[in-house]
């Protein structure tokens, strides 16, 4: 350790007259060629993008058009969107953002509940539950798609509220899924608040769900931010389970509603599809750039312990 | 001291706590009393069982003092036993069963709709006057007779007199108080819905029921099919052909000829046999089976080859921009997954996409419907979907490997490549294994992106089920079960669900195995 901190200490002057007879060449082996690669994957990652912006503030309407990028701009497919008696786009919009947001507030909760108690607590079937769960998060729910729409059907029978076609049983289902991989995400993070701040809430007198609603719940909000974004990012994309369960246009989400939309009619509708694409795509980048930072710690957090 | 100035804060949010238990557990409660009610009334007992068996527990946890992980875990582990492990388990039992069109009920109800299903317009019988109504979801015929006397009735619900209808210009009765008259828009989207319905002229079947082609009209229909309690048969009265439980879950002839619907029974493993068995089956499903594991493979090495790269090249303190950079590469993981799909089709479109037209100058390339361009399509789309994900832990993993190992590598003169392949490598598949394989398991039941580009297309036409060149297993099981063309046969799909099952299960505890072992190498 000290010899590599007076290795670099040494090699230090050396390095820096070196970098003030920076040639042109010298600079594009050491870093240009970089900037070389970083320029083609950004167009990689970014030109389907714009192309669906571009797309979007054409008035054309058809597929064709939309290749000439950002000729024109004009919002009047953000308004004639709205204004589809066959599709609504709005009612989808809303659908998409109340299912997401109810969904992400129920994982984070459930999962949190869990987390708690198999950080904190030490209890027989503890370690079998742990690796129960890893086991089940391996089989998505969409497997048992089949068996959801029959026993959905079965459930309508005695709550015509959560049958199929209600969102609430769609919500229920979703709810399914809430332990499993985020429990194992919550458990790594609540372990690593120190178990010496319950007990000295305990010798205070608070009772476990003091700790856990007022202590516990804030200091791991990173987490619980981390889960809720995963929950609701899944939940926009979700389209199988949802295309099972929904069937009136007016209930479904953007993912089903949207699907339909194109498969029907590609290249006559297509830049109010990308209109549509931009609108529903802008809160979850929105929320997923902002919480940007937390969510590769999140990611990493799995991983490398 | 301290606990003395406590006690009393603790004893009062307790009662707030206890209340809103109470409230909560009385919801659950009051719930749990109706679907026991209304299951005892179904006398669904097995049913009724558990749900008691489970309110009882609930209860039971809640109440008693104590057992607090069962008080924290009961939320999650109720919902994760019923929407995740109940269905899991009654996919593998559907997966037994003959579950699909035509066989979707129980015999009781397959008789009821042989009956309802064969009836017959009675030859010159008379028109009735039809206007369809609809009040909360249930829709009702509204019938004027040829004598001018309107009546009022529904499936299973006959014919009743009614004198409040209001009247169109020719004596036909157009509208009931308390119901909505159809439009002749909704007609036509509930068409299939309105021309099932039979609606019963009296109380007595024999009697006939009225049908409606076209939603303005009704005639008078009459069962040909007459069934046989004690002989458990049916006979066609026109033909005198006798049909008998063949033991298929369906009314058979003596020449073979099946009566629709039929009901559903337990067929053991005839799903799996057929799935095996059937030439025109089984050669797809090990395409299907093939392309599926490709596919997983395929997309992980690649969008890992294209993150690990980015993330070498990225993480070199001297460049600039290396935010801006970052920013642009995770923008196609933060747009939603299925409009992904939905983008790239539409660049990819054969006539009219970008792909084409722009960049390859007007070309005439079938991206999506040839074999093996829209395999490599898939692919395509798949990697610009998944690299910045790559892109992000690689990132992560590469931080977190010590500088000092690999300055020491320098020093003992290591070239940049050796200091890559035996230090950096190694310590970073140690903490992305797992990850990997999290994203292979992910990727074989990466349902939106196939669905969205190809459909699972382009079809096999020699195939006995709806296959394409680009079908995951579980784009199969979407399509046979829920598809349009072919029908649905549950039994089928959750055969084919079981085997991915099996698969991901398999693939998992095998690579679970190799990580724990990588773990232990290091």
């Known amino acids: 350790m000290t010899a590599e901190t007076l290795m670099t200490a040494e090699t230090a002057p050396r390095v820096i007259p070196l970098k003030r007879k920076l040639t042109p060449g010298r600079w594009f082996r050491e870093t240009g060629w970089r900037h070389v690669v970083g320029i083609v994957v950004v167009a990689f990652a970014v030109f389907p993008l714009l192309y669906v912006l571009s797309a979007s503030l054409n008035p054309t309407g058809t597929l064709v058009g939309s290749n000439a990028l950002f000729r024109s701009i004009d919002f009047s497919n953000y308004v004639d969107l709205f204004n589809l008696p066959q599709q609504p786009f709005a009612a989808w919009f809303m659908n998409s953002i109340v299912i997401g947001l109810v969904t992400a507030v129920g994982t984070v909760f459930l999962g949190a509940l869990a987390a708690y108690a198999f950080s904190r607590m030490r209890f027989t079937g503890r370690r079998v539950g742990l690796l129960s769960l890893l086991l089940v998060q391996m089989f998505p729910q969409l497997l048992g798609v089949v068996a959801i729409f029959l026993l959905l059907s079965a459930i309508g029978d005695i709550f015509p509220i959560l049958g199929l076609g209600s969102q609430l049983g769609l919500i229920l289902v979703y709810l399914g899924g809430a332990l499993g991989v985020n429990t194992y995400l919550m458990y790594g993070f609540f372990n690593t608040v120190p178990v010496s701040i319950d007990e000295a809430a305990k010798i205070d007198g608070a009772s476990h769900a003091q700790i856990f609603f007022t202590i516990i719940l804030r200091l791991v909000a990173p987490i619980l931010a981390v889960v809720g974004l995963l929950s609701f990012v899944a939940t926009m994309s979700e389209f199988v389970v949802a295309s099972v369960v929904l069937q009136e246009p007016a209930r479904q989400t953007l993912a089903v509603g949207l699907y339909t939309f194109v498969s029907q009619e590609t290249s006559k509708n297509w830049t109010m599809f990308a209109a549509g694409a931009v609108l529903s795509a802008i809160p979850v980048m929105a929320l997923f750039l902002y919480l940007q930072k937390y969510i590769v710690g999140g990611l990493t957090a799995g991983s490398v312990k | ?170 004596g036909k009765a157009d509208s009931l108080p308390g119901y909505t008259t159809l439009t002749f828009q909704d007609l036509i989207s509930r068409q299939s819905e309105i021309a099932s319905i039979s609606v019963p002229l009296t109380d007595d079947p024999n009697d006939g029921a009225l049908r409606t082609p076209d939603g303005s009209t009704a005639y008078l229909y009459t069962s040909t099919f007459v069934y046989d309690e004690q002989a458990d048969t049916f006979t066609d009265t026109e033909s005198g052909e006798v049909y008998t439980d063949g033991g298929n879950g369906s009314f058979v002839s003596a020449d073979g000829t099946e009566i629709q619907p039929g009901w559903k029974i337990d067929v053991g493993f005839a799903n799996f046999a057929r799935a095996f068995g059937e030439e025109d089956i089984r050669g797809p499903l090990l395409g299907v089976v093939a392309w599926t594991f490709a596919f997983a493979i395929l997309s992980v090495a690649l969008t890992f080859a294209l993150g690990l790269f980015l993330a070498l090249v990225f993480n070199d303190w001297r460049m600039k921009g290396r935010r801006f950079y970052r920013v642009a590469i995770i923008l196609p993981y933060a747009f939603p997954g299925f409009l992904s799909g939905l983008v790239w089709l539409g660049l990819f479109n054969q006539d009219f996409g970008f792909i084409n037209q722009v960049l390859l100058f007007g070309a005439d390339i079938p991206w999506l419907t040839h074999e093996w361009l829209a395999k490599a399509s898939v692919l395509i789309v798949n990697l610009w979907l998944g690299f910045p994900y790559m892109f992000l832990i690689c990132t992560g993993a590469l931080q977190s490997i010590p500088d000092e190992l690999t300055e020491a590598a320098k020093v003992d003169g290591a070239r940049p490549w050796s200091v890559f392949r035996l230090i950096k490598f190694p310590l970073l598949l140690v903490s992305v294994a797992p990850l990997l394989i999290a994203s292979f398991a992910y990727n074989f039941n990466n349902f939106n992106i196939i669905y969205m580009l190809t459909g699972g297309g382009p079809r096999n036409p020699e195939a006995g089920v709806d296959a394409g060149a680009t079908d995951l297993l579980i784009t199969l099981v979407y399509k046979v079960a829920f598809g349009s063309g072919t029908g649905r046969d549950y039994g089928l799909a959750s055969a084919f669900a079981i085997l991915i099952f099996i698969i991901v299960a398999v693939v998992s505890v095998i690579g679970f195995r190799q990580t724990k072992a990588l773990e232990e190498l290091n």
Do not use: C
């Open chain 2, 1 to 170: 001291m301290t606990s003395v100035l406590t006690r009393p804060t603790r004893e009062r949010s307790s009662l707030t706590g206890i209340l809103v238990k109470i409230v909560l557990l009385g919801i659950v409660d009051a719930l749990a009393v109706f679907a026991l009610f209304t299951l005892f009334m179904q006398q669904s007992w097995l049913v009724f069982g558990i749900a008691l068996a489970v309110t009882l527990a609930l209860n039971f946890i809640y109440l008693k003092p104590g057992l607090l992980p069962a008080k924290y875990l009961a939320p999650g582990i109720v919902f994760l036993a019923i929407f995740q492990i109940f269905v899991v388990l009654y996919s593998g039992y559907i997966a037994f069963t003959n579950y699909g069109d035509g066989h979707n009920s129980t015999k009781e109800d397959a008789v009821t709709a042989i009956i309802a299903r064969s009836q017959e317009r009675v030859p010159d019988s008379p028109a009735y006057g039809l206007t369809v109504l609809d009040q909360l979801g249930q829709v009702s015929f509204l019938v004027t007779d040829p004598d001018g006397e309107v009546f009022l009735g529904g499936q299973d619900r006959p014919l009743d007199e009614v004198t409040n209808a209001g009247t169109d210009g020719t």
